[in-house]
């Protein structure tokens, strides 16, 4: 992960860009608006790694008006090769998403870019320590449904071991 940061840092624009300015004018209030100090950090986070890639990877963007459907596309491929897990990558084209609505509000973009453009379906997996998922099975599987206690019992087990 550290060299993939070395080498986003070689390539990506100057701290003096245009692109860079421009990001940094509009990404201030977006990121002032954020509910959560720790939320408007990881959006910093992401954008941050959006304006790297679009210095390295998306040479026609000079200005964010530049910006096309297609450089979100590469964006996509780019975080999904980078070995990423499938939540950060959704909460990173999330992120640009939010940000490009916050662009269109302003005027800068004509329209939402994101549309249409697919994110990843994030999973939350919760193992338990406790219990095998076989050994949850046999246990739902012994509660006797036919009498409305035993539906209870087994609703109520069911909540139990799927919320932890």
Known sequence: MSHQKDV??????TIDS??????????????????????????????TVFLHFLGRHAGGVKTLSDLKKNDLINFKSFLEISGLASATIHRRLSTVCEFLKHLSLEGVVSKDLFHGIKRPR????????????????????????????GKFHHALLSLAFGTG
């Open 8 to 13: 986003i840092a070689a390539n990506s624009p």
């Open 18 to 47: 245009p692109l860079t300015e421009e990001l940094r004018k509009y990404a201030l209030p977006f990121l002032a608006n954020q509910r959560s100090k720790l939320t408007a950090i990881e959006y910093r986070k992401d954008l």
């Open 122 to 149: 994030v999973t939350n997996v919760r193992e338990t320590l406790a219990f095998t998922d076989e050994e949850i099975m046999s246990i739902l599987d012994s509660v006797d449904q036919i009498e409305l206690m």
